[in-house]
């Protein structure tokens, strides 16, 4: 079985913190991706990377950045975390069509 | 620009009873997911779709893609209470795996 694991399953940050969300996966795939995801508006790609390195900016990267200096993890950043921030955040890998999720991480941001 | 909408966005049924939930996509595309989530729970890969007229089932769930509509749907048979959950759509936008994520659909099935 795939797995897909997130350091944290709640958080609870004040504004202006920097906030680092972690993401594992064991099964050795290309590609990662972090959302984020909100009531009513589905899942929303803040970025993405296809290689050890080697990232890509998604629909929502403003506020984000990510790091990848080892295949099976992927990294979120939070460099000034602000209320507007205050989400789930979804990981998940990929080598091919289907995408395995990581249970999230639920961050409130005061 | 590639954009995903379902519908309905929220249902309420009775178990026993079928109901459909629609995906519509803009563009071409030939790839399209299905996935659930339950409550605090991440989303459980349900079906991949490859091609047009591709069909699958598994259980009371069956997902269907016409690619020249640009639609797919995701049929419930003799809903049970275990199908509570919120579905959602997503499709390929054939650039490096990326998926556009449908709002998802979320469904309550009452006893």
């Known amino acids: 079985d795939v797995k897909v694991t997130q350091s944290s399953r709640y958080l609870v940050k004040r504004t202006g913190e920097k906030v680092f969300l972690e993401c594992v996966q064991d099964m050795d795939h290309e590609n990662m991706f972090w959302y984020r995801q909100d009531p009513g508006l589905g899942l929303r790609l803040i970025y993405f990377s296809y290689d050890v390195k080697m990232k890509e900016k998604g629909d929502i990267p403003e506020g984000y950045s990510v790091s990848r200096e080892k295949k099976e993890r992927f990294s979120l950043i939070l460099e000034s975390a602000s209320t507007n921030q205050t989400s789930m955040y979804l990981c998940?890998?990929?080598?091919?069509?289907?995408?395995?999720f990581g249970p999230g991480t639920r961050l409130l941001v005061l | 620009e590639l954009k995903v909408e379902q519908n309905p966005l929220f249902l309420s049924m009775q178990e026993g009873k079928n109901y459909t939930i629609y995906c519509n996509y803009s563009t071409t595309s030939d790839r399209l997911y299905w996935y659930r989530q339950d409550p605090g729970k991440s989303l459980e890969s349900l079906f991949v779709?490859?091609?047009n007229g591709a069909v699958k089932q598994e259980g009371r769930l069956m997902a269907s893609l016409d690619t020249k509509a640009r639609l797919s749907t995701l049929h419930i048979t003799a809903a049970v209470h275990d199908l509570s959950a919120t579905y959602f759509c997503a499709v390929d936008n054939q650039s490096n795996y990326q998926l556009i994520w449908g709002a998802g659909t979320k469904l309550i099935i009452k006893p």
């Open positions: 779709l490859l091609s």
């Open positions: 998940a890998s990929s080598r091919l069509e289907t995408q395995y």
